[in-house]
């Protein structure tokens, strides 16, 4: 079996953070690093090089394969903030609509800036994604199809 290109590590979260060069870039950073963990009640952990992850989930793939990777999670790129797993519960639309300047992807939210969006919407934005896994999963106990994941 193939193993996943980007696993849980044991590096630093702060570590990685305080390397980030843009002050508010950082600062940022650090705000959804508190947004995130208040929401989950996880404390982040490093995956790969520079995505920051909250929370643990199996993904089944169609082919029966499954691989393990975090229910919701951030990083900030150099062209922005990359939100991982928050586009996924039903009031996705909605929410999105008064969010501010932003981008999507098939589970992904981008921006540049925290001073771009509306915060508290981000805050409802990322609550909502985590209520939806644990209802998805059974609170982590059952794998979470991929596909059906990707396509809500």
């Known amino acids: ?3 996943a290109k980007t696993e849980k ?3 630093s979260v702060n570590d990685f953070l305080n390397a980030v060069k843009e002050d508010q870039k950082r600062a940022d950073s650090f705000a959804i690093v508190e947004m995130m963990r208040k929401a989950t009640g996880y ?3 490093m995956w790969g090089s520079a995505i ?3 929370g643990d989930i199996t993904f089944k793939y169609e082919n029966g394969r499954e691989n393990g990777w975090f229910k919701i999670g951030f990083s900030p790129r150099k062209q922005g903030m990359a939100l991982y797993g928050l586009l996924n519960s039903e009031v996705k639309t909605e929410m999105l609509k008064k969010l501010g300047k932003h981008s999507s992807g098939k ?4 921006f540049s800036l925290l ?6 919407v981000l805050k409802q934005i990322i609550v909502q994604a985590n209520t939806w ?3 998805q999963t059974d609170n982590g106990s059952k794998p ?3 596909t059906f994941a990707i396509n809500q």
Do not use: R
Request: charged residues 30%; contains cysteine; aromatic residues 10%.
């Open 43 to 45: 404390d982040p952990k």
């Open 144 to 146: 979470l199809s991929h």
């Open 115 to 120: 001073k771009d969006i509306d915060v508290e």
């Open 52 to 54: 920051i992850g909250f």
């Open 9 to 11: 590590t044991k590096s």
């Open 107 to 110: 589970g992904c939210l981008y």
């Open 1 to 3: 079996m193939a193993k």
């Open 133 to 135: 896994y644990k209802i």
